[in-house]
């Protein structure tokens, strides 16, 4: 035992050393293109500002699309930056879009297999003879199978939003074609958030200055949301406290208030274990969950949700505690039931919320802890912690969390933390889910 522990002393501090040397490649001199004032150019090109050429345009890598200015001189670009009066600062890899144009091994061509599949094979082609191949086999693709055989996928690569859209509406144009489901990068947090509240994309970064308890869980925005980072340290210079949840100690752990290490593959575990005691310690919000969640609502002993018309899906059933009866959650003036203690002794169902905290009641400190590798006392304040500043922001913008099986439960129980205790829905609090 004695052992084990010692190890793991170790592993955390050479994670630390890591985790250090990461930081430490983010010094001033490595951000001095992106920090870099005017003058726009070089003082050893000479070239007069009258003879640059300045083009807008948006940074086609799929995270921010920032706003970027464009400079050339004589036809050639010399330097990109974000376009002045952009909320964020751009990043090194967007910026070092000079380098990507004039790269050596850029390809400038259309390249056409010769050889078999896997044997790299190909020979440069002209773009007119690319765009006459690529016509000719949708034709064909259409003739034989219709529009069904024609897939588009847009999960990879350059996934900017205008060359996205214009790709889907160009295929529905020619009559619709077979779509990708799911994604690289988001399936597990889309498959959880559509269903629990009712969209994709309830962004929040642009309200992380206001948080008062930002909570990093399985990512690390001091490198993937670069652009964004300033509004973190906006929100640490007014009070605001930031926790990392993580394996690594990454870049934004070395900055944190403090890094809490966990066994990868547990994040569930540890939120099951925050819920239970947030429940138990009567610190959800109340009023928040009775006036905006379907907490309140009733289920059945076959955990099916009770409804008022089986032809309206939005016409639930709740227990008013003022009038002791069931009515529809959208009667005027009530008081729904949220806790079993509110519903009458012998009535057959529960609520919502009872079945919430079912799902978290067999996960104590103790076995949250064992499961997860985190102290109990750890776990106790950041369940403490997160429930009782306000607002609280979690930032789980698409995590390794979610790169398991069951992902989706992951960004599930984020989500529920958020609703549980009132933290969405209001400047510096929700689920930061995307952008970086």
Same mark, same amino acid.
């Given at each position: ?16 050393? $890591? *985790? ?22 070089? #003082? ?14 948006? !940074?086609? $890598?799929?995270?921010?699309? !920032? ?18 009066? @952009? ?23 259309? &390249? ?58 160009? @295929?529905?144009?020619?009559? *619709? ?38 909570? !990093? ?7 993937? $949301?670069?652009?964004? @980072? ?11 406290? $930031? ?39 009567? &610190? ?40 002791? #009866? ?32 079912? #799902? ?59 609703? &549980? ?6 400047? *510096?609090?929700?689920? !930061?889910?995307? *952008?970086?």
């Amino acid at each position: 035992m004695y052992k084990n522990k010692q190890w793991e002393l170790d592993r955390r501090t050479l994670l630390k050393g $890591m *985790g250090a040397i990461g930081l430490a490649a983010l010094s001033p001199n490595a951000f001095s293109l992106a920090n870099e004032n005017k003058p726009i150019f070089n #003082q050893k090109t000479r070239i007069k500002l009258s003879e640059y050429q300045t083009f807008q345009s948006t !940074c086609a $890598m799929e995270c921010l699309h !920032c706003n970027l200015t464009a400079f050339t001189h004589q036809g050639k670009l010399i330097k990109i930056e974000a376009t002045e009066g @952009f909320n964020v600062k751009c990043c090194l890899r967007g910026i070092s879009r000079t380098k990507w144009v004039y790269h050596k091994d850029r390809l400038t061509t259309p &390249l056409l297999r010769v050889g078999e599949k896997g044997k790299a094979e190909f020979k440069p082609i002209s773009w007119n003879d690319a765009l006459d191949l690529i016509e000719k086999n949708i034709r064909e693709t259409i003739d034989k199978y219709g529009n069904e055989g024609l897939f588009i996928s847009t999960h990879a690569g350059n996934m900017d939003s205008i060359k996205n859209d214009m790709g889907k509406a160009f @295929f529905d144009y020619l009559g *619709g074609s077979t779509k990708q489901a799911g994604s690289l990068c988001c399936s597990a947090v889309t498959a959880a958030m559509i269903p629990m509240v009712g969209l994709r994309y309830a962004d929040t970064r642009d309200t992380v200055k206001d948080s008062r308890y930002i909570l !990093c869980w399985g990512n690390n925005p001091a490198v993937t $949301m670069h652009a964004y @980072f300033k509004n973190y340290n906006q929100a640490r210079r007014n009070g605001a406290r $930031m926790v990392v949840i993580d394996p690594r100690f990454n870049e934004t752990a070395a900055k944190a208030d403090e890094w809490i290490p966990i066994i990868p593959g547990t994040d569930t575990a540890l939120a099951l274990g925050m819920i239970k005691l947030i429940i138990e310690e009567n &610190l959800t919000d109340k009023p928040f969950l009775r006036a905006h969640t379907g907490a309140v609502y009733l289920v059945d002993q076959q955990q099916k949700l009770l409804r008022d018309s089986a032809n309206d899906k939005d016409s639930y059933l709740v227990f008013d505690t003022l009038t002791q #009866q069931i009515v529809r959650h959208d009667t005027p003036n009530i008081v729904p039931a949220l806790t079993h203690d509110e519903l009458p002794n012998k009535i057959n169902y529960t609520t919502v919320f009872e079945q919430i905290y079912l #799902q978290a009641k067999p996960w104590t400190i103790e076995k949250t802890s064992k499961e997860t590798d985190i102290p109990q006392e750890t776990i106790i304040r950041l369940a403490r912690d997160y429930a009782t500043t306000k607002p609280a922001m979690i930032v789980q913008n698409m995590s390794g969390a979610q790169r398991t099986e069951f992902g989706a439960y992951v960004a599930a129980s984020q989500f529920y933390l958020a609703l &549980l205790t009132g933290n969405i829905g209001k400047k *510096g609090a929700g689920i !930061c889910d995307a *952008g970086g």
